[in-house]
C-alpha cells in the first residue's frame, strides 16, 4: 500500500476531466493537480520550452511527495522522451500512448478516428501511437477547434442545437471513413460524448482518455501494490499559476460531482 498522492498536471484545467475518471474508479485516492493557467495553450511552444515547462510541473508536484505523475496535456505527453522519464524518482505515465493503446485494440474495422485541437492534429501524435501499437490501422484526424470554445460556454446538454449542428459538420468523415472507434483527443472532448455519441451512431466507440488513464493507472497501482489503502477518500488539491478566479465555475463543469477540496495560486517559476 502507499497513500501518497497522485500527481496529475495539464496546460490548464481540461485536465479536469482526466481527473474525473480517475476519481470514479479510484475514489481513495488523493489527487494533487496542477493546471498551467498562466502559460497555456502549450501547442505553440518549442519542444525545449515545453521540457522547460514539464521539468518544472513534474517538479511542484514531487515537492507535494506524490508517488506517480500523470501528464494529463496530450503536447507534453508527445513531447517528452526517456531521458525526461527515466529522471523522475516516481512512475510516469501520459494521456497519448495509454488512449491510443486503447483505441488499437479496440477497433474491429481496422479505421480509427481522432478528433481534437488543430495543434493536436497537426503533430500526428495519436497517428504515430495508434500504428505503433497495432500496424496497419488507418487513422483519420480532423481537427474540431469550436468544441472547445462550446465546451466552455456550457454548450454541452444532450442535444444542444448549436454544437449539434456543429457536431454533424465536423465528423461527417467518421461514416465515410468507416471508422468505428474514434478517439476523443482533446481534454475538452468527453464533455460532448451525449452528443458526438448519437451524431456518429452506435456503431461507433468513443475512446475518452480520462477513462483510459483511470483503467491504466488501477492495473498499474495494483501490478505494484501502489494502492492507497486509505480507509476513506482524502481531499484533493489543486493548483494553478494564475488567478483562482472561476476555478470552482470551472472545476464543477469539468467534473460535476466529483468535485471538492480547495485551489491555490503557485509561482511555477520558483520550480
Request: hydrophobic share 40%.
Amino acid at each position: 500500500m502507499d497513500p501518497r498522492p497522485i500527481g496529475v498536471f495539464d496546460s490548464g484545467l481540461g485536465g479536469l476531466s482526466i481527473v474525473k475518471q480517475v476519481k470514479r474508479l479510484l475514489p481513495r485516492e488523493q489527487i494533487v493537480y496542477f493546471g498551467d493557467t498562466a502559460r497555456v495553450p502549450y501547442g505553440n511552444r518549442s519542444r525545449q520550452t515545453l521540457l522547460h515547462y514539464a521539468r518544472q510541473d513534474s517538479r511542484f508536484l514531487l515537492s507535494h511527495g506524490v508517488k506517480m505523475l500523470v501528464a494529463a496535456c496530450g503536447t507534453i505527453s508527445t513531447t517528452v522522451d526517456e531521458t525526461f522519464t527515466r529522471s523522475l524518482p516516481v512512475p510516469y505515465m501520459g494521456v497519448v500512448e495509454v488512449t491510443a493503446r486503447t483505441a488499437a485494440e479496440t477497433t474491429r474495422s481496422g479505421q480509427v478516428g481522432v478528433i481534437g485541437t488543430a495543434a493536436t492534429v497537426r503533430s500526428g501524435a495519436f497517428e504515430r501511437a495508434v500504428t505503433g501499437h497495432r500496424p496497419g490501422v488507418r487513422v483519420h484526424s480532423r481537427p474540431c477547434p469550436l468544441f472547445v470554445p462550446l465546451v466552455e460556454n456550457g454548450y454541452v446538454e444532450p442535444g444542444d442545437p448549436v454544437t449539434t449542428l456543429v457536431a454533424k459538420d465536423y465528423l461527417s468523415f467518421v461514416p465515410e471513413e468507416g471508422i468505428d472507434t474514434l478517439i476523443l483527443g482533446c481534454t475538452h472532448f468527453p464533455l460532448l460524448k451525449s452528443i458526438i455519441g448519437p451524431v456518429v451512431g452506435d456503431g461507433v466507440k468513443l475512446i475518452d482518455p480520462g477513462v483510459c488513464v483511470a483503467r491504466r493507472l488501477r492495473d498499474f497501482l495494483e501490478e505494484k501494490g501502489m494502492e492507497s489503502g486509505l480507509s476513506a477518500p482524502a481531499e484533493d488539491r489543486y493548483y494553478v499559476s494564475d488567478r483562482t478566479d472561476d476555478f470552482e465555475a470551472v472545476a464543477s463543469l469539468f467534473m460535476g460531482d466529483s468535485w471538492s477540496g480547495q485551489v491555490e495560486q503557485v509561482d511555477i517559476d520558483a520550480f
